[in-house]
């Protein structure tokens, strides 16, 4: 059975916000009377911290840890919204406010509360951890070395997510915990360098496994990985050989294996796959929200046209639906919906295109001529909350793990680097590795002629888009701004625009500008 990492002892007051990062810990028990109380709650503390990935607040989908909307606002939810929608693959109908300025590319300002949102949640996170860290270097408790460590991973990603989106921010630590006046920004590079040396630091200090939903070894080095993959774009410096470093020892020491079925995980039940690295945890009953996997499952169904109860869900949300510049893709290129339902590719499947019973025409367009019209694009069903080959009973919030991390990303990376001559790549290994992904998926091998740069980029597409990687990706390939590539509905166009080069960042938010005049506004906006 899996552990549910929604620790609910509140020892610290979880409080803060862009405007208040000085705050101290603030104890309801001292912690000898806390520990008295409960010797587990460290770790209930750890796990909390954990869910801020994935969770609202405390009591439920309605709380919320910050001042923003519970359901728009969780850490997860911007991700997929500020990786994937303002990106190539996928749309959204909604138009929430500033929503259809992400989904078209267009129009970005610092008051749009998607980007506020994300921020919101780094910031809340990172104060949360330099709280425990402050508390486990003042007291002696088991397995303090590795709840501490785990802490320094987790506000090592929230700052990751920080150096990719804004580029900057503040830094705060357990060293300036309490102090009164705003902190002064940290560049790009001060933020890059810091999470670093700490990912480094603990790296030899984490063990080889942990608990389901828990960093280990491997989870550091895959973030490590990042990191150095996406340094020329964070400080204009080449570190793929340390990004090989790493994503191999994913590879070859984690013990990782790619699970026998693609859809294993992205399935209820995923927490069995042997390919996830890092999951963030989702449960129907226990850990409810609007911004896990709730939102991508619902998002992508309907209830007028489909069997919820197919993909285990209790609600259709009508929303998301991908484009021709995700499942165009597949077996070569595709450019018609009967070409797809023939590719042989299981992921060209994922696509829900339906069929009128009267007529035998499509329910869903191939051309997204309109992106707030329900009917153009094809949804995604690659995410669903029903187990694997299993009938499940429908819930209204998923159950389903969202896998941060997994091998397949890993084994792309390595191809890539292996491409950018990362010094001990090899290129027939990563010809293996893309072949293994491929053929798991009944798609075509490929040879060492057809492997580059360009076929990785579109690789990825197939594999991981809904996974909150597309839009660093774009950018690392520099396809994301100007005209070299162009998406349907990129900079507001049907066909797709050149957009600025300075989109290549999101605006800090004008909260946050307001609450630290230390902060200035990114260039462009």
């Keep these: 059975m899996r552990k549910i990492l929604t620790g609910v002892i509140f020892a610290l007051a979880l409080t803060s916000c862009v405007g208040d990062l000085d705050t101290e810990p603030k104890v309801q028990l001292t912690i000898e009377e806390l520990l008295a109380d409960d010797p587990d709650a460290i770790q209930g503390i750890v796990s909390r911290l954990y869910a801020s990935f994935a969770l609202s607040g405390p009591e439920g989908p309605g709380s919320s840890d910050i001042d923003d909307d519970p359901g728009e606002s969780p850490f997860l939810r911007g991700i997929i919204n500020l990786q994937d929608f303002t990106a190539d693959g996928m749309k959204n109908r909604w138009g929430d406010d500033g929503l259809d300025q992400l989904t078209t590319t267009s129009s970005w300002n610092s008051n749009n509360k998607f980007f506020r949102y994300l921020y919101n949640r780094a910031y809340f996170t990172i104060p949360q ?4 860290i402050q508390i486990l270097n003042s007291v002696d408790v088991e397995n303090e070395e ?16 920080l150096i990719d989106a804004f580029g900057k921010g503040v830094l705060a630590t357990e060293d300036n915990l309490g102090e009164s006046n705003p902190l002064p920004e940290a560049t790009r590079i001060q933020l890059f360098e810091y999470v670093e040396t700490e990912l480094l630091e603990i790296e030899p200090l984490m063990p080889e496994t942990n608990d389901y939903g828990r960093a280990n070894k491997y989870v550091v080095d895959m973030l490590l990985a990042k990191l150095y993959l996406n340094a020329e774009i964070y400080i204009n410096e080449n570190r793929y050989d340390d990004a090989f470093t790493y994503v191999n020892k994913v590879i070859t020491e984690g013990g990782y294996q790619l699970a026998d079925n693609f859809l294993e995980n992205f399935s209820g039940d995923n927490d069995t796959s042997p390919e996830i690295i890092f999951p963030l945890i989702a449960d129907p009953v226990k850990s409810q929200s ?42 070569g290129g595709v450019d018609n919906s009967a070409e797809l339902r023939n590719c042989n590719d299981d992921r060209a499947k994922l696509f829900w295109i339906g069929t009128d019973e009267e007529t035998g025409d499509d329910l869903h367009n191939f051309e997204m001529e309109d992106y707030r019209e329900w009917t153009d694009g094809y949804p995604s069903i690659k995410f669903r909350n029903n187990d694997f080959g299993v009938a499940s009973n429908p819930t209204s919030f998923s159950g389903t793990d969202f896998p941060l991390y997994r091998l397949a990303d890993a084994y792309l990376m390595y191809a890539e680097l292996a491409l950018r001559n990362a010094s001990g790549a090899n290129l027939q290994t990563a010809l293996g590795y893309v072949n293994d992904v491929r053929t798991r998926s009944n798609a075509s091998t490929v040879t060492i002629n057809e492997l580059d740069l360009d076929f990785i980029l579109d690789e990825r597409a197939r594999e991981l888009n809904l996974e909150g990687h597309r ?39 004008q909260q946050a500008l307001g609450a630290n005049p230390n902060l200035t506004q990114n260039p462009g906006y």
Aim: aromatic letters at 18%.
């Design 129 to 132: 951890c330099n709280n425990l």
């Design 146 to 161: 590795l709840a501490r460590s785990e802490a320094r991973f987790l506000r090592a990603l929230a700052y990751y997510y």
């Design 290 to 331: 609007y911004g896990n996997t709730t939102y991508i499952v619902n998002g992508n169904l309907s209830s007028e046209t489909m069997t919820l109860s197919d993909y285990g869900a209790a609600e259709g949300w009508q929303g998301h639906r991908a484009t021709k510049a995700w499942y165009g893709l597949f077996c």
């Design 471 to 509: 839009r660093t990706d774009l950018i690392r390939f520099n396809k994301f701004t100007g005209s070299s590539y162009v998406w349907p509905w990129k900079g507001n166009s049907s066909t797709g625009v050149s957009i600025p080069a300075h989109y290549k960042l999101f605006p800090i938010p």
